[in-house]
């Protein structure tokens, strides 16, 4: 029989995707353990939200962690000290970060260096600066480094393979033309609800107000509506296809946002005031109408003009993009071996589950390659 390896387990974050992958990780940690071949002990060693931690220094795995977390006082520890922790685990370290802090995407490299792997659905550490991308691969194993591994899968699309393909195709040498399609499941659902192919819709506010109350948004629409997470999923995209792209404020970004909204004091006054604007919507939306169209917000990558761009356009009812369904996402790759039939990846974009099991996915790569 043959010995049973053990791997650490960390997890930063226990809110919507932390609590599914924690769950996804109890079923992973029983199917690892009774494999015949290469049995895998996980030990989850340390759960951390951004207030408190459960660890203990021994490294005994965690009992129930939700009452654990619920009973705890210890406060969480720094990074630097985290990272240490890790290192003198005795055994390999992975850490999972389910949080879209910047503090502790700006830390990975420290952690690479150390030999502790990542996984995580974290934007921030793939869309900041140019610099950290770099800093981040050149400390990894599968970048030019020769620390742990890192794997972000559910930067882009949740649980959709997006990433993967498109590392695929670049690694076999495929030319990347243009990537294009609805990156946000909170855009897909307003624009889709908004102008549907089959004509209607409502009002533009009410429709970010349903998108709010099914719980689409951010808790504060605006963070959706200015686009900002787009231009981060491009960014991502744009970066791994090839070209340099400093941050995702970098490009032209379109914000829903009214110019006289920018500045309200809150989600709630923003929208109490949205259908004040409703006009300026309705306008786009007979344009489009009268040309046999309809609205999306989408981003596109032109590989060789080096350009990126996020915004609205209108697309042909016939179009893939504009016959989306519900809050899903849809990303076209035009390549040269594709040609002008596009290899598309469609599917649910957001929510805890899809991009829990991305995670998970992530996770089980990481594994493979620490054996």
């Known amino acids: 029989m043959p010995v049973p390896r053990q791997v650490f387990i960390a997890v930063i974050g226990a809110g919507g995707v932390g609590k599914c992958f924690l769950s996804q990780l109890s079923q992973l940690t029983s199917n690892l353990a009774r494999s015949p071949s290469a049995p895998t002990t996980l030990s ?5 939200t951004s207030k408190k931690a459960v660890y203990h220094a021994d490294y005994k795995p965690l009992g129930n962690w939700e009452s654990d977390l619920e009973a705890s006082t210890s406060p969480t520890l ?10 003198k685990a005795p055994g390999k370290a992975v850490l999972i970060d389910n949080t879209s802090n910047q503090d502790v995407a700006d830390s990975y490299p420290l952690f690479l260096r150390k030999g502790i792997s990542i996984v995580t659905p974290n934007k921030k550490a793939f869309s900041s600066t140019s610099q950290l991308w770099r800093d981040i691969f050149s400390a990894a194993s599968n970048g030019t480094g020769a620390g742990g591994y890192i794997f972000h899968e559910s930067s882009v699309g949740a649980g959709l393979p997006v990433l993967s393909a498109l590392k695929e195709l670049v690694e076999t040498g495929d030319q990347v033309r243009k990537i294009e399609g609805v990156f946000s499941g909170t855009m897909s659902f307003l ?3 908004f102008q549907p192919v089959a004509g209607g819709g409502g009002k533009f506010s009410a429709e970010v107000k349903t998108a709010k109350d099914k719980g689409f ?5 605006r963070d959706d509506l200015n686009g900002l997470d787009v231009a981060r999923k491009l960014t991502i995209l744009a970066r791994l296809a090839g070209l340099e792209v400093e941050s995702p404020t970098s490009f032209p970004v379109q914000s829903l946002i009214p110019k006289e909204l920018e500045a309200v004091a809150s989600g709630d006054e923003f929208m109490a005031r949205l259908p004040e604007f409703d006009d300026q919507m309705d306008e786009l939306k007979t344009a489009a109408e009268k040309e046999g169209k309809v ?6 990558v032109d590989v060789p003009k080096g350009e990126v761009k996020v915004g609205l356009e209108k697309f042909d009812t016939s179009h893939p993009i504009a016959a989306l369904k519900g809050s899903d996402n849809i990303i076209a790759f035009y390549t040269e071996r594709y040609g002008d039939n596009p290899l598309i990846i469609q599917g649910a974009g957001a929510g805890g589950e899809v991009t829990a099991m991305g995670v998970t996915g992530d996770l ?4 493979r390659l620490l054996q």
């Not at 609205?295 to 596109?300: A, K, P, Y």
């Open 364 to 367: 089980i790569k990481v594994l």
């Open 191 to 193: 624009f889709n609800s």
């Open 44 to 48: 989850l060693v340390w759960l951390s």
């Open 217 to 221: 948004t951010e808790p504060d629409p």
């Open 295 to 300: 609205v999306r917000f989408v981003g596109s």
């Open 78 to 87: 720094p990074l630097p000290d985290l990272a240490s922790y890790l290192e």
